[in-house]
């Protein structure tokens, strides 16, 4: 079940959210633990199981860290991450790891295929926060189970993020307002999200599709393409952030936002303290810091940075083009860092924007393409001579199908529209009401024509 369907729009949030507003107190959370299960077994019965061993095993390994006597306490966290990082490990890398080794030694070995559990990387990160915060005494454990298999499973986050900390919503998880304020500002959130989904991401998605089948394009078409894509992650995840937010709002929860504008950045380290903002403050704080950060030498400074970056590349799927992709963006961060970064701050912002622009459009070249001889097609077909020229009749097709979406999602990813939006809800409430009502229905028509389009990161 996904977020941008029929039937969840229609069907299961609103007897959902109808049986949540019913029943009083604490009866909330046996209604948001039984809807996350429905709502995660849905598409994969089988691996509930696995999101309930998770639950239970950090819930008790929780207990056991704020009890267990002080020298015991760091082989307790050392267990719980060793065990937390296997189950990560087997079902989204053993595959790649079995596929790495064959590769070496010239012998491919044969394994069978595993699906990936929807949204195991999100919430094994999630628990691992937790295990790590009640370690380092930021929090205390949970001792109900019931309240913290609400924050484990809760299924608002659970498919594509954001990776909600328990100290984040530690207070929300005992008590919470529920109001009708509430529920209109997730609304809007959700309609929101929706609308940056299936309007503008899913048609991107046509465009990038079509250039990335074709093996023959002109340099122009190529550039097409990867912009379409450019756009097409952006509004795709972003849009699930800003619907979660607002189901979570609609809950009675605050989750912190995800997403701050990145393609307004005028440096690559700007650009990811813009984006997926959950991801990147959890291996700052759970891995680049506990390795020394920035305060050690300028190798052991360097060293960090990369192993940061390749992890987090790593993170995103089980592929040598996706820590590639994390590499190239530790070098660009150290090279900002140490070269680049008097220059950056003293030029235009303009500038700045359009170097982050141009490195993040090719950083995208090696997330989408998932092998390094198909990097070197696309990239060559960029900046080469391609077959097909510069342009050709497919430039001209694509570019005059597709110049109004570009159009709009320029505006769209940059914060003005929002804020004329937000200035047209404190002076014509109706009118905004209005443009937000007519977002759902355009959104309800392109879902009951489009096919199922699944969201990009819930494969990651």
């Known amino acids: 079940m996904v977020f941008s369907s029929i039937f969840f729009?229609?069907?299961?949030?609103?007897?959902?959210?109808?049986?949540?507003?019913?029943?009083?107190?604490?009866?909330?959370?046996?209604?948001l633990f039984a809807g996350s299960l429905v709502f995660y077994a849905w598409g994969e019965p089988v691996y509930v199981i696995l999101m309930m061993f998770s639950a239970l095993f950090n819930y008790y390994m929780g207990l056991e860290l704020d009890r267990c006597p002080e020298e015991s306490r760091k082989a307790n966290l050392?267990?719980?991450?060793?065990?937390?990082?296997?189950?990560?490990?087997?079902?989204?890398?053993?595959?790649?790891?079995?596929?790495?080794v064959g590769g070496l030694i010239g012998h491919a070995i044969s394994h069978p295929e595993l699906s990936l559990p929807i949204g195991i990387s999100f919430y094994?990160?999630?628990?691992?926060?937790?295990?790590?915060d009640v370690y380092r005494e930021k929090i205390y454990s949970q001792e109900n189970f019931l309240t913290f298999c609400v924050y484990s499973t809760m299924f608002p986050h659970m498919a594509a993020g954001p990776i909600v900390r328990y100290a984040d919503i530690e207070k929300q998880l005992e008590r919470r307002p529920v109001n009708i304020m509430k529920f209109g500002v997730g609304?809007?959130?959700?309609?929101?999200?929706?609308?940056?989904?299936?309007?503008?991401?899913?048609?991107?998605?046509?465009?990038?599709n079509s250039v990335s089948s074709s093996s023959h394009n002109a340099v122009l078409t190529a550039w097409i393409g990867i912009f379409a894509y450019t756009m097409q992650i952006y509004f795709d995840f972003s849009g699930y952030s800003d619907m979660a937010i607002?189901?979570?709002?609609m809950l009675g929860f605050d989750f912190l936002k995800n997403f701050d504008y990145p393609y307004i950045s005028g440096t690559?380290?700007?650009?990811?303290?813009?984006?997926?903002?959950?991801?990147?403050?959890?291996?700052?704080?759970?891995?680049?810091?506990?390795?020394?950060?920035?305060?050690?030498?300028?190798?052991?400074?360097?060293?960090?940075?990369?192993?940061?970056?390749?992890?987090?590349?790593?993170?995103?799927?089980?592929?040598?083009?996706?820590?590639?992709?994390?590499?190239?963006?530790?070098?660009?961060?150290?090279?900002?860092?140490?070269?680049?970064?008097?220059?950056?701050?003293?030029?235009?912002?303009?500038?700045?924007?359009?170097?982050t622009m141009f490195c993040v459009v090719i950083g995208w070249v090696f997330f989408s393409q998932t092998s390094f001889g198909a990097i070197a097609n696309?990239?060559?077909?960029?900046?080469?001579?391609?077959?097909?020229?510069?342009?050709?009749?497919?430039?001209?097709?694509?570019?005059?199908?597709?110049?109004?979406?570009?159009?709009?999602?320029?505006?769209?990813?940059?914060?003005?529209?929002?804020?004329?939006?937000?200035?047209?809800?404190?002076?014509?409430?109706?009118?905004?009401?209005?443009?937000?009502?007519?977002?759902?229905?355009?959104?309800?028509?392109?879902?009951?024509?489009?096919s199922y389009s699944p969201f990009l990161y819930q494969k990651f």
């Open 268 to 355: 690559i380290t700007e650009f990811w303290r813009r984006w997926h903002m959950s991801l990147g403050s959890w291996f700052r704080d759970y891995i680049y810091i506990p390795l020394g950060g920035n305060r050690v030498s300028t190798l052991k400074h360097i060293r960090n940075i990369l192993i940061v970056w390749a992890l987090t590349g790593l993170w995103h799927g089980a592929s040598w083009n996706f820590v590639l992709w994390g590499v190239y963006y530790g070098i660009l961060q150290l090279f900002e860092k140490y070269f680049l970064s008097d220059y950056l701050g003293r030029a235009p912002k303009i500038v700045g924007n359009i170097y």
């Open 124 to 132: 094994t990160f999630k628990n691992l926060s937790y295990i790590i």
């Open 246 to 249: 607002g189901i979570g709002r």
């Open 378 to 450: 696309y990239l060559g077909t960029m900046f080469g001579p391609a077959a097909s020229g510069f342009a050709d009749s497919a430039t001209f097709y694509y570019f005059r199908t597709g110049i109004v979406l570009f159009v709009i999602c320029i505006i769209a990813c940059r914060p003005a529209l929002q804020e004329r939006f937000r200035k047209l809800m404190k002076r014509n409430m109706p009118a905004a009401i209005a443009i937000d009502a007519a977002l759902l229905a355009i959104s309800t028509a392109y879902m009951v024509y489009n």
């Open 78 to 100: 050392i267990f719980a991450i060793i065990v937390n990082t296997a189950i990560l490990g087997f079902f989204k890398y053993y595959g790649f790891l079995l596929d790495t």
């Open 187 to 208: 609304a809007e959130y959700f309609i929101k999200g929706l609308a940056k989904k299936v309007i503008l991401a899913d048609n991107l998605a046509v465009i990038y």
């Open 9 to 31: 729009i229609f069907c299961f949030l609103p007897v959902f959210m109808l049986i949540y507003y019913l029943v009083p107190g604490k009866g909330k959370d046996i209604v």
